[in-house]
């Protein structure tokens, strides 16, 4: 993909004159790009950023890392067994905040 593509494709975000994000889901030069802790993050709406997306064929999908991570999290919970997540559950329902607080 050209610069000009991309740039146009960034251009189609609803949130793309007031943004200032250094790491747009959209962006297939993303990778590329130098990104600080306290730069902003993507303010644009998951679902105008996966229509976007599909209609460029984008790598990523328009997904943040942090909605990548999510969704193969949920992936791997789901594909557990459901007597093994009522498991894992009641052993979590165990600790209650109150047990987590000190003395």
């Known amino acids: 993909m050209t610069r000009h593509d991309n740039d146009a494709v960034i251009a189609q975000c609803p949130s793309f004159n007031r943004c ?56 791997r919970w789901l594909a557990k067994p459901e007597s093994e997540r009522v498991a894992i559950l009641a052993r979590l329902a165990r600790f209650s905040p109150k047990d987590m607080q000190s003395p």
């Open 20 to 75: 200032s994000c250094n790491d747009c889901p959209l962006d297939s030069r993303r990778d590329r790009r130098v990104i600080l802790p306290e730069d902003p993050k993507c303010k644009a709406a998951r679902k105008a950023r996966v229509t976007i997306a599909a209609r460029h064929n984008l790598d990523g999908g328009g997904l943040t890392q942090r909605e990548i991570n999510r969704d193969k999290n949920r992936a």
